[in-house]
């Protein structure tokens, strides 16, 4: 099976739902495991959530961009915001730094999305924005699995 879908929505936190609930409906014919699509949905929401907090502060007046492919079991994704970038991706994807101490950030976002992806890239400049690409591969479906 392959699909392929672009959504782009205003960052407000709000709209981290609209994007995770999205992106599960369109992966939803890979009838992704509970586990699969519970980590699917955590790197959604991390990606998105980083785009809105730290590459808009979020500022509601701009969006963020979702890219996804589905080729046979494979999505491949892309959270695309035209932010504030990021002044040092490596240290940025370090487990505990953030750049939001005051707001609660664990730091732990780039960590996450690092263990339950496949591939995980980030490209970045400062005052051009941020693009977090990532696959995940999917069990293949087979007619068993149809029936859970």
């Known amino acids: 099976m392959n699909n392929e879908m672009t959504l782009s929505f205003v960052a407000i936190e709000e709209n981290e739902a609209l994007a995770r609930m999205t992106m599960t409906c369109f992966i ?9 699509l519970s980590e699917f949905k955590t790197i959604v929401s991390e990606a998105v959530t980083n785009a809105i907090i730290h ?5 509601g007046k701009r969006e963020v961009t979702i890219h996804a492919k589905i080729e046979d079991s494979k999505v491949t ?3 695309t ?13 370090e487990p ?19 263990s339950f992806a496949d591939n995980l890239s980030v490209e970045s400049a400062i005052g051009q924005g941020t693009v977090v690409r990532f696959e995940k ?3 293949p479906v087979t007619e068993k699995s149809r029936m859970r």
């Open 28 to 36: 939803s014919p890979l009838d992704p495991t509970i586990e699969e």
């Open 55 to 59: 590459g808009y502060d979020c500022d």
């Open 81 to 93: 915001d035209e932010g504030n970038g990021i002044f040092d991706v490596d240290q940025a994807m």
């Open 96 to 114: 505990m730094f953030t750049t939001k101490p005051l707001l609660e950030r664990s730091g732990m976002g780039f960590t996450i999305m690092e």
């Open 77 to 79: 994704m892309t959270v």
């Open 137 to 139: 591969a999917f069990s």
